[in-house]
């Protein structure tokens, strides 16, 4: 009777860790869809006019710099998201596409000016960020 209960209780750890490991794996693979897309392509949609973005974006810009105090998390913050929309200004003064700007906007957010640990996350949130303000 001990051995039926052994292989039991075998089979069903071995069924159990089967299961756990297939489950992970289905974790992994939704989290790699959702973030699938290259995150310096072109972005998706309908943009305004690059003159209009470029509007836009001196503003939200400007916005960002007089609406927090040095130093503090916040202003970190607002110097990160007007840094990006500043890397998109100059692409669009280069002449690429709204599309196209918002893409390759990230790589203003390097090392050389002390944002180069973002998590792909945080561009992921940046970027659509910036999406939705020029859409």
């Known amino acids: 009777m001990k051995k039926v209960n052994f292989k039991k209780v075998l089979l069903t750890l071995v069924a159990v ?5 297939f489950g ?8 790699i869809n959702e973030f699938s897309t290259g995150l310096y ?9 690059s003159s209009e973005a470029q509007d836009i974006l001196v503003n939200t810009i400007t916005s960002l710099k007089n609406g927090v105090t040095p130093g503090t998390p916040a202003y970190t ?6 840094l990006y929309y500043n890397g998109i200004y100059q692409e669009l ?11 390759v906007g990230l790589a203003s957010l390097n090392d050389t000016n002390g944002f ?20």
């Open 41 to 49: 392509d072109p972005a998706p949609g309908t943009f305004l006019g």
């Open 116 to 135: 180069g640990s973002l998590s792909r996350y945080d561009l992921k949130q940046l970027r659509d960020g910036a999406i939705v303000l020029l859409q």
């Open 24 to 31: 992970v794996e289905q974790a992994e693979a939704q989290a």
């Open 17 to 21: 860790f089967s299961l756990m490991v």
């Open 77 to 82: 913050a607002a110097q990160k998201v007007g």
């Open 93 to 103: 003064l280069a002449g690429k596409s709204v599309s196209v700007a918002i893409g």
